[in-house]
């Protein structure tokens, strides 16, 4: 079955950072690939998307790029604030089946 | 406009009792998900309605959860002689139709199962 795995957290990084959150995926055919982001007291939002091989989602700043042959969904952002410290999911959805299939969550913590 | 709503927000209730749990989705969207959150992991499906039909309920853990959407719009997840293993937060989302890929979530019920 389809699988989501994120690099463990929590993660913690001074303000204007680079941040990198890994997120690689098992699917058969070709997924919709998905990172929400939930804040704190907050439900899950969805922040970017990306619906076939070599394209780039991105969203206040965050950017993430579907790879094919690495079979990853990498979440970037070149300067981290304060205010982006929560909880973000990697997620898969194959096209038209509904349901999607969520990674554990990494936890972002932005110290100023 | 408003978004997915659900209640109550917080549930606790004893062991062996039953609970519903109910989902109000945005107006007009025609795909509706329940997923099960646990403490430190993502969300788990569990079932996707599609109008009334549930188009998909393969997450259902077994029989002793089901979940119905009488009129395509609001659904109540029922969960029978509740066990602590329950305990978790109980997430709806809506979609506008199956193929859209947006999923709009609601805050979620926290069950305790005491």
């Known amino acids: 079955g389809d699988s989501v795995t994120q690099m463990e957290g929590p993660v913690t990084l001074s303000e204007e950072a680079f941040l990198t959150i890994n997120c690689t995926y098992t699917?058969?055919?070709?997924?919709?690939l998905f990172w929400y982001v939930q804040y704190p007291g907050e439900g899950l939002q969805l922040l970017l998307k990306?619906?076939?091989?070599?394209d780039k989602g991105s969203n206040k700043g965050f950017e993430a790029t579907y790879r094919k042959e690495t079979t990853s969904f990498h979440l970037e952002k070149g300067s981290v604030q304060v205010s982006d410290s929560a909880v973000y999911f990697c997620?898969?959805?194959?096209?038209?089946?509904?349901?999607?299939?969520f990674g554990d969550g990494t936890t972002l913590t932005v110290k100023p | 406009g408003a978004g997915v709503s659900q209640s109550p927000s917080n549930k606790v209730t004893e062991k062996g009792k039953d609970v519903e749990l109910r989902c109000d989705p945005i107006?007009?969207?025609?795909?509706l998900y329940w997923y099960r959150q646990s403490l430190g992991q993502g969300p788990e499906f569990l079932i996707y309605?599609?109008?009334?039909?549930?188009?998909?309920d393969s997450g259902l853990p077994n029989d002793r959860f089901f979940a119905v959407r009488p009129e395509g719009s609001v659904s109540t997840l029922k969960i029978q002689r509740t066990e602590r293993g329950d305990s978790a937060v109980y997430l709806c989302?809506?979609?506008?139709?199956?193929?859209?890929?947006?999923?709009?979530f609601g805050p979620g019920t926290r069950l305790t199962v005491t």
């Open positions: 990306a619906t076939k091989a070599d």
């Open positions: 107006s007009g969207h025609t795909a």
């Open positions: 989302a809506s979609s506008q139709d199956r193929s859209s890929y947006e999923q709009y």
């Open positions: 997620a898969l959805s194959h096209t038209n089946a509904g349901k999607s299939t």
């Open positions: 699917a058969t055919g070709y997924p919709s």
């Open positions: 309605f599609q109008g009334t039909g549930a188009a998909d």
